[in-house]
C-alpha cells in the first residue's frame, strides 16, 4: 500500500518572528499543524486553491511587520 502525501502550504516564520505569527495563528479560524522538529505550519490544502489560501494566510499576517516564506508542498 502506498502512502499518500498530503498536500499543502507550508509557512515558515524567522526566528524572531515565531512567537507574533504563532499567537495570530492560534487567534484564527485556520487548521494548521505546526512542525517542531523543522519550525514551519502545515495548512492542509488541495493544490487548485493554494492561491487563495496563501492570499487568506498573507492577509492575516499584514500589518504585523514580520517576515515568514510560504511553500507548496505538492
Given at each position: 500500500?502506498?502512502?499518500?502525501?498530503?498536500?499543502?502550504?507550508?509557512?515558515?516564520?524567522?526566528?524572531?518572528?515565531?512567537?507574533?505569527?504563532?499567537?495570530?495563528i492560534?487567534?484564527?479560524?485556520?487548521?494548521?499543524?505546526?512542525?517542531?522538529?523543522?519550525?514551519f505550519?502545515?495548512?492542509?490544502?488541495?493544490?487548485e486553491?493554494?492561491?487563495?489560501?496563501?492570499?487568506?494566510?498573507n492577509?492575516?499576517?499584514?500589518?504585523?511587520?514580520?517576515?515568514?516564506?510560504?511553500e507548496?508542498?505538492?
Amino acid at each position: 500500500m502506498e502512502k499518500q502525501i498530503e498536500t499543502g502550504l507550508q509557512l515558515t516564520p524567522t526566528k524572531k518572528d515565531e512567537t507574533a505569527i504563532q499567537e495570530v495563528i492560534a487567534a484564527s479560524e485556520f487548521y494548521t499543524e505546526w512542525n517542531k522538529e523543522f519550525g514551519f505550519y502545515f495548512f492542509p490544502e488541495e493544490v487548485e486553491n493554494y492561491d487563495e489560501l496563501e492570499n487568506q494566510i498573507n492577509n492575516l499576517l499584514d500589518g504585523l511587520n514580520v517576515s515568514y516564506r510560504i511553500e507548496g508542498v505538492f
